[in-house]
C-alpha cells in the first residue's frame, strides 16, 4: 500500500483526500515510478473543482511530478530501474508510488533536483511554447504577462527578457511587482488599481504590445485585446478567473487585425519529438543560469488542501512543491 490524494467528488479543497491506494506492477511500456515532490499548477484546481474532467471517482489528481524509476514494464527501452524523472502533464500525480507510461517521462540533468525538476516540467514547458512557438519572442518587442510573479508567469518574464523583449508584467501587489522585476519585469502594472490597456499604452508610447500571454481568462479578456498593437497576438492559456466568454471575431478586426488563440501544453507534448525539444531547450536554460525557478513555497504533500487554499487566495509567489 501507498498513500495518494484523491478525490471521491468535485468541489473545493476540502474534497482532497489523503488515503491509501494499491500501487501495481507495471504493464507494458510502463514504469513503476517511487515518486518524490510534486509540482502545484492551476489546472489541478480546474480537474478538482470540475471544470477539467477527470474520469471516473474516486481519481488522483495532479499534473507534475518528480522521482526515481523503481520497475520496469514489458517492452521498456532508454530508462532504466534507479534512473532520476520527471514528467508534465500526465494526471495521477499526487501519490507516493504511481504506474505511468514511459514515454511521458524525462531523465532529470545530474545538475537539476528533483524539487526543482518537479516545479519547473510543466510550468517551464508552458513558458517554452508560449514563448517559442505560440508567439515567437523577437528582440525589441514588447509584451504583456499576467499572474508575472506566479510559476509560469516568473519564468516567462526571465526567459522574455532574455530573448530580448520588453516584459510588462501585472502583479496583484507591489510585493509581487518587486518580486516580478527582481526576474526580468521590465515594468510593472498592479491591476487592481490600474487601467491595464491604458497603462500599456503609456509604457510602449501608443503601440500596444506584440503578445499577451493571460492566464486569467474571462476577466481580462477584454483588457488583454485593447493592450495588443495591430496584427498583436492574444494567448489566452488559462482561466483563473474562468473560463472566457463566446465572442464574435468580427471584434478582432476593429482592434487591429488581431489573432486570439487558446494553446494547451498537452498538444505542444503531444508527440515524443514536441516533448523532447521542449524539454532539451528548457533544462539547457535552467542549467545555464538563463532561467532560475523559483520554489517560494513547500508543503508535505498530504496537506494539498492548503496548498490549494493557498493558490486559489492568490496568496503564493514563484512555484509550490508538494514533497513526499
Known sequence: MSKAIRIHQTGG?????WEDIEVGDPGP????????????????VYG???MYPVGDLPAVIGMEASGVVESLGEGVAGIAIGDRVAYPMTLGA???????????LVKIPDSISDETAAAMMLKGLTAHYLLFRTYPVQPGDSILVYAAAGGVGLLLCQWANRLGANVIGCVGSQEKGRLAKENGCHH??????????????????GVGVAAAYDSIGKATFEKSLDSL????????YGAASGPVEPFSPQILAGKGSLYVTRPTLATHISTRDLLEEGA????????????KVCINQTLPLADCAEAHRQLEARETTGSTILKI
Open 13 to 17: 479543497p476540502e474534497v482532497l483526500s
Open 29 to 44: 511500456g510502463q514504469v513503476r515510478l517511487q515518486q518524490s515532490a510534486c509540482g502545484l499548477n492551476y489546472i489541478d
Open 48 to 50: 478538482r473543482s470540475g
Open 94 to 104: 499526487y501519490a507516493e508510488v504511481r504506474l505511468i507510461d514511459a514515454d511521458k
Open 188 to 205: 510593472t502594472i498592479l491591476y487592481r488599481d490600474e487601467d491595464i490597456p491604458a497603462r500599456v499604452r503609456e509604457i510602449t508610447a
Open 229 to 236: 498593437r495591430p496584427f498583436g497576438v492574444l494567448a489566452t
Open 280 to 291: 532539451r531547450r528548457l533544462f539547457d536554460a535552467v542549467e545555464s543560469g538563463q532561467v
